[in-house]
Nanobody, 125 residues
Framework: DVQLQASGGGLVQPGGSLRLSCVVS????????IGWARQAPGKEREGVSCHSRHGGITYYADSVKGRFTFSRDNAKNTVHLQLNDLKPEDTAVYYCAPDLRGVGCYEPPRPFDSRGQGTLVTVSS
């Protein structure tokens, strides 16, 4: 059973930064394409970033390019998402998920199914 524990969210002012982490158990992260998605209140979940296990390619949604950075720590079975220059429109619950259904990592990234609880990011002055 795959378990996902996201953390690192919080309240931050516009222009601020956060580093999200997602500890994965039940699978070996290095063997899977992994993605981050977010869901703002009243909106559908959207893909933010994905990192393919094939060739290590990373894609980002246009809205976060140049501001967000995906990384992996395979030794800790953990993935991260560095969020810089945050904007109010980045406010959402952020989720990580492995690509268990073979959706694939493409541009723009699509959200993978996630049963994790996510971590809330609120950008406000």
């Amino acid at each position: 059973d795959v378990q996902l524990q996201a953390s690192g969210g919080g309240l931050v002012q516009p222009g601020g930064s956060l580093r999200l982490s997602c500890v994965v158990s039940g699978i070996t992260v290095a063997d899977y394409t992994i993605g981050w998605a977010r869901q703002a209140p009243g909106k559908e979940r959207e893909g933010v970033s994905c990192h393919s296990r094939h060739g290590g390619i990373t894609y980002y949604a246009d809205s976060v390019k140049g501001r967000f950075t995906f990384s992996r720590d395979n030794a800790k079975n953990t993935v991260h998402l560095q969020l810089n220059d945050l904007k109010p429109e980045d406010t959402a619950v952020y989720y990580c998920a492995p690509d268990l259904r073979g959706v694939g990592c493409y541009e723009p990234p699509r959200p993978f199914d996630s049963r994790g609880q996510g971590t809330l990011v609120t950008v406000s002055s």
